[in-house]
Protein backbone atom coordinates (compact mmCIF):
# COMPACT_ATOMS: atom_id res chain seq x y z
CA UNK A 1 0.00 0.00 0.00
CA UNK A 2 1.48 3.11 -0.68
CA UNK A 3 1.95 5.49 1.64
CA UNK A 4 -0.70 7.22 2.94
CA UNK A 5 1.63 9.94 4.68
CA UNK A 6 3.76 10.82 2.11
CA UNK A 7 0.51 11.22 -0.70
CA UNK A 8 -1.09 13.77 2.05
CA UNK A 9 -1.43 15.00 3.09
CA UNK A 10 -4.81 15.27 5.42
CA UNK A 11 -3.64 18.42 4.73
CA UNK A 12 -3.03 17.56 5.96
CA UNK A 13 -0.63 15.98 3.66
CA UNK A 14 0.72 19.68 2.26
CA UNK A 15 -1.84 18.00 0.45
CA UNK A 16 -1.88 19.30 -7.88
CA UNK A 17 0.49 18.59 -9.95
CA UNK A 18 -0.39 17.46 -12.85
CA UNK A 19 -2.94 19.37 -14.92
CA UNK A 20 -4.16 17.25 -18.65
CA UNK A 21 -2.31 18.76 -21.18
CA UNK A 22 -5.45 18.59 -23.05
CA UNK A 23 -6.50 21.83 -20.69
CA UNK A 24 -5.09 25.05 -21.76
CA UNK A 25 -4.60 28.03 -19.45
CA UNK A 26 -7.63 31.53 -20.80
CA UNK A 27 -7.09 34.79 -19.82
CA UNK A 28 -5.53 35.46 -16.49
CA UNK A 29 -7.94 35.40 -13.34
CA UNK A 30 -9.22 38.36 -11.81
CA UNK A 31 -8.30 37.26 -8.40
CA UNK A 32 -5.17 35.29 -9.15
CA UNK A 33 -4.37 32.01 -7.22
CA UNK A 34 -1.80 33.65 -5.18
CA UNK A 35 -4.24 35.88 -3.28
CA UNK A 36 -6.71 32.83 -2.75
CA UNK A 37 -4.03 31.21 -0.82
CA UNK A 38 -2.99 34.30 1.13
CA UNK A 39 -7.07 34.68 1.51
CA UNK A 40 -6.71 30.99 3.14
CA UNK A 41 -3.88 31.64 5.44
CA UNK A 42 -5.56 34.72 6.84
CA UNK A 43 -9.16 34.23 7.46
CA UNK A 44 -9.61 30.33 7.52
CA UNK A 45 -8.39 28.76 10.94
CA UNK A 46 -10.44 25.94 10.79
CA UNK A 47 -11.39 23.47 7.48
CA UNK A 48 -13.58 20.52 6.99
CA UNK A 49 -14.32 18.37 3.88
CA UNK A 50 -14.84 15.18 2.05
CA UNK A 51 -12.05 13.78 0.17
CA UNK A 52 -11.62 11.72 -3.01
CA UNK A 53 -8.26 10.45 -3.77
CA UNK A 54 -6.30 8.72 -6.46
CA UNK A 55 -2.54 8.00 -7.34
CA UNK A 56 -1.38 8.05 -10.98
CA UNK A 57 1.32 6.28 -12.09
CA UNK A 58 3.93 8.18 -15.04
CA UNK A 59 1.11 7.45 -17.71
CA UNK A 60 -1.60 9.17 -15.67
CA UNK A 61 -3.22 5.45 -14.82
CA UNK A 62 -4.93 5.12 -11.79
CA UNK A 63 -3.79 2.36 -9.44
CA UNK A 64 -5.00 3.61 -5.83
CA UNK A 65 -8.00 4.73 -5.13
CA UNK A 66 -9.59 6.02 -1.57
CA UNK A 67 -11.93 8.36 0.32
CA UNK A 68 -12.91 9.83 3.20
CA UNK A 69 -13.29 12.65 5.22
CA UNK A 70 -10.43 15.82 6.49
CA UNK A 71 -10.41 17.97 9.15
CA UNK A 72 -8.00 21.04 9.79
CA UNK A 73 -7.54 23.31 12.81
CA UNK A 74 -4.27 25.72 12.35
CA UNK A 75 -1.77 25.87 13.24
CA UNK A 76 -0.64 22.25 13.17
CA UNK A 77 -3.66 20.10 14.16
CA UNK A 78 -5.21 18.00 11.00
CA UNK A 79 -7.23 14.62 10.78
CA UNK A 80 -7.79 12.04 7.84
CA UNK A 81 -9.83 9.52 7.76
CA UNK A 82 -9.99 7.05 5.13
CA UNK A 83 -13.00 4.82 4.46
CA UNK A 84 -13.01 0.93 3.35
CA UNK A 85 -11.51 -1.22 2.80
CA UNK A 86 -8.14 0.31 3.35
CA UNK A 87 -9.08 2.02 6.77
CA UNK A 88 -6.88 4.18 8.28
CA UNK A 89 -6.73 7.40 10.52
CA UNK A 90 -4.05 10.48 10.45
CA UNK A 91 -3.87 12.46 13.20
CA UNK A 92 -1.43 15.63 14.12
CA UNK A 93 -1.86 16.74 17.40
CA UNK A 94 0.44 19.61 17.07
CA UNK A 95 3.82 17.82 17.82
CA UNK A 96 3.41 14.32 17.01
CA UNK A 97 1.37 12.68 14.22
CA UNK A 98 -0.51 9.35 14.76
CA UNK A 99 -0.98 6.75 11.68
CA UNK A 100 -3.37 4.01 12.55
CA UNK A 101 -3.72 1.25 10.59
CA UNK A 102 -6.60 -0.40 10.86
CA UNK A 103 -6.08 -3.74 9.15
CA UNK A 104 -2.85 -4.32 10.51
CA UNK A 105 -3.91 -3.37 14.25
CA UNK A 106 -0.56 -1.26 13.84
CA UNK A 107 -0.12 2.64 15.41
CA UNK A 108 3.00 4.60 14.11
CA UNK A 109 4.02 7.90 15.82
CA UNK A 110 6.41 10.22 14.39
CA UNK A 111 7.01 13.72 15.35
CA UNK A 112 5.32 15.93 13.35
CA UNK A 113 8.29 18.37 11.99
CA UNK A 114 10.06 15.13 10.56
CA UNK A 115 7.28 12.84 9.19
CA UNK A 116 5.52 16.57 7.42
CA UNK A 117 8.32 17.92 5.70
CA UNK A 118 6.64 19.60 2.66
CA UNK A 119 3.12 17.45 2.36
CA UNK A 120 -0.34 18.81 1.99
CA UNK A 121 -1.33 18.61 5.22
CA UNK A 122 1.77 20.26 6.54
CA UNK A 123 0.71 22.62 3.84
CA UNK A 124 -2.57 23.57 5.09
CA UNK A 125 -2.30 22.77 8.75
CA UNK A 126 0.43 24.95 8.99
CA UNK A 127 0.26 28.49 11.00
CA UNK A 128 3.99 30.01 8.79
CA UNK A 129 4.32 32.08 5.41
CA UNK A 130 4.35 29.14 3.12
CA UNK A 131 6.30 31.34 1.22
CA UNK A 132 9.49 30.36 3.37
CA UNK A 133 9.14 26.87 1.82
CA UNK A 134 7.85 27.26 -1.58
CA UNK A 135 8.83 28.91 -4.95
CA UNK A 136 5.04 30.00 -5.95
CA UNK A 137 3.86 30.79 -9.31
CA UNK A 138 0.25 31.78 -10.94
CA UNK A 139 -0.54 29.16 -13.63
CA UNK A 140 -4.19 31.71 -14.53
CA UNK A 141 -7.16 29.41 -15.23
CA UNK A 142 -7.71 26.19 -16.54
CA UNK A 143 -11.08 24.71 -17.08
CA UNK A 144 -13.14 25.78 -14.09
CA UNK A 145 -9.96 25.98 -11.42
CA UNK A 146 -7.87 28.78 -10.75
CA UNK A 147 -3.97 26.85 -10.67
CA UNK A 148 -1.16 28.09 -8.40
CA UNK A 149 2.12 25.84 -8.71
CA UNK A 150 4.12 25.48 -5.49
CA UNK A 151 7.52 24.27 -6.08
CA UNK A 152 9.45 23.30 -2.84
CA UNK A 153 12.37 24.95 -1.90
CA UNK A 154 13.73 21.58 -0.63
CA UNK A 155 12.96 17.91 -1.13
CA UNK A 156 12.56 16.37 2.04
CA UNK A 157 8.55 15.99 2.01
CA UNK A 158 9.28 13.54 -1.38
CA UNK A 159 7.69 15.72 -4.05
CA UNK A 160 8.97 17.97 -6.42
CA UNK A 161 6.09 19.69 -7.23
CA UNK A 162 2.44 20.72 -6.19
CA UNK A 163 -0.43 22.58 -7.49
CA UNK A 164 -3.55 23.78 -6.15
CA UNK A 165 -6.67 24.37 -7.85
CA UNK A 166 -8.88 26.94 -6.74
CA UNK A 167 -12.71 27.15 -7.42
CA UNK A 168 -14.65 30.35 -6.34
CA UNK A 169 -11.84 31.13 -4.37
CA UNK A 170 -12.03 27.92 -2.32
CA UNK A 171 -9.39 24.94 -2.76
CA UNK A 172 -10.99 22.08 -4.38
CA UNK A 173 -8.12 20.43 -6.09
CA UNK A 174 -4.44 19.57 -5.07
CA UNK A 175 -2.23 17.64 -7.24
CA UNK A 176 1.39 16.49 -6.29
CA UNK A 177 4.40 14.59 -8.28
CA UNK A 178 6.73 12.31 -6.25
CA UNK A 179 10.48 11.22 -7.50
CA UNK A 180 9.47 8.17 -9.04
CA UNK A 181 7.02 10.09 -11.03
CA UNK A 182 3.29 9.23 -9.70
CA UNK A 183 0.87 11.57 -9.24
CA UNK A 184 -1.14 12.06 -6.03
CA UNK A 185 -4.30 13.69 -6.85
CA UNK A 186 -7.01 15.03 -4.30
CA UNK A 187 -10.17 16.45 -4.87
CA UNK A 188 -12.52 18.20 -1.98
CA UNK A 189 -16.44 18.50 -1.86
CA UNK A 190 -18.50 19.62 0.80
CA UNK A 191 -15.89 21.95 1.67
CA UNK A 192 -16.30 23.91 4.92
CA UNK A 193 -14.53 27.08 6.08
CA UNK A 194 -13.91 28.01 9.69
CA UNK A 195 -16.69 25.66 11.15
CA UNK A 196 -16.05 24.36 14.92
CA UNK A 197 -14.02 21.77 15.45
CA UNK A 198 -13.29 20.77 18.71
CA UNK A 199 -10.13 20.01 19.94
CA UNK A 200 -10.93 16.55 20.65
CA UNK A 201 -10.90 15.62 17.26
CA UNK A 202 -7.29 15.93 17.03
CA UNK A 203 -6.33 13.84 19.79
CA UNK A 204 -5.19 10.27 19.65
CA UNK A 205 -5.86 7.53 22.14
CA UNK A 206 -4.87 4.30 21.54
CA UNK A 207 -7.20 1.29 21.22
CA UNK A 208 -6.78 -1.09 23.62
CA UNK A 209 -4.46 -3.88 22.48
CA UNK A 210 -3.19 -2.50 19.12
CA UNK A 211 0.51 -2.37 18.75
CA UNK A 212 2.39 0.84 18.98
CA UNK A 213 5.49 2.21 17.47
CA UNK A 214 6.86 5.16 18.78
CA UNK A 215 9.47 6.72 16.61
CA UNK A 216 8.93 10.60 18.22
CA UNK A 217 11.64 9.18 20.72
CA UNK A 218 14.40 8.26 18.60
Given at each position: ????????????????????????????????????????????????A??????????????E????????????????????????????????????????????????????????????????????????????E????????????????????????F???????L???????????????????????????????????V????????
Amino acid sequence: MINRLMQLGLWCGSLALIVSSTLAPSAAAATSATEYLDRFYNEVQTFAARFQQVVLDEELNPIEESSGSMQIKRPGRFRWDYEPPNEQVIVGDGSRIWIYDLELEQITVRPMGKALGETPAGLLAGGTDVRDGFELQDLGEMGSLVWLRMVPKKSEGGFEDMRIGFQDGQIRVLELVDGLGQTTRITLTEAAENPRLPDSQFQFQPPPGVDVIDESLE
